[in-house]
């Protein structure tokens, strides 16, 4: 029921874009305009039915995958917990101060601690602009502290 109601409002939200279409084209071309609609509404449903159909057959232990399978998915590689925590610190934390503060920023100077002759890191600057949207430093500067470790390392 839920399915059907979402592309009830579907084929209404196509059929509102296209009305206007509809009536300033010209009288020859207002089939045209209609069967885009219909043809993009279709598209649309067929998707979504072949993602249910997918997830249906991933999903029944009965029927065994990999028989209708054309495709096999890559294995993904195992990661290490540190390297994907660094990982986040480096992609979220020049989004936020509070992050980079509070989580990126103690991390690098642990690694620095750690580190044969303790590099002295300085916290990057931030530009009033990033100070004032509440952002972290740029890509570069953080790119510029992890130089610093790895000259050290």
């Known amino acids: 029921m839920r399915r059907l109601l979402g592309y009830a409002a579907l084929v209404t939200l196509v059929g509102l874009a296209t009305l206007p279409i509809a009536v300033a084209a010209a009288p020859a071309n207002r089939p045209t305009a209609i069967r885009l609609a219909a043809g993009v509404v279709l598209a649309i449903i067929?998707?979504?039915?072949?993602?249910?159909?997918?997830?249906?057959?991933?999903?029944?232990?009965?029927?065994?995958?990999?028989?209708?399978?054309?495709?096999?998915p890559a294995a993904r590689p195992s990661i290490d917990r540190q390297?994907?925590?660094?990982?986040?610190?480096?992609?979220?934390?020049?989004?936020?101060?509070?992050?980079w503060s509070r989580v990126a920023w103690p991390r690098l100077?642990?690694?620095?601690?750690?580190?044969?002759?303790?590099?002295?890191?300085?916290?990057?600057?931030?530009?009033r602009l990033r100070r004032w949207l509440g952002r972290g430093p740029s890509l570069v500067a953080v790119r510029d502290v992890v130089a610093r470790l790895e000259d050290r390392a």
């Not at 993602?51 to 054309?70: K, V």
């Not at 100077?109 to 530009?127: F, I, M, N, Q, T």
Request: a neutral charge; proline letters at 11%; one cysteine or more.
């Open 46 to 72: 067929f998707v979504d039915i072949r993602g249910a159909a997918r997830r249906a057959l991933e999903e029944d232990p009965s029927s065994p995958p990999e028989r209708f399978r054309w495709w096999r």
């Open 83 to 99: 390297f994907s925590e660094l990982l986040d610190d480096v992609r979220f934390g020049p989004a936020s101060q509070r992050y």
């Open 109 to 127: 100077c642990a690694v620095a601690e750690r580190l044969p002759g303790r590099p002295l890191l300085v916290e990057p600057d931030r530009s």
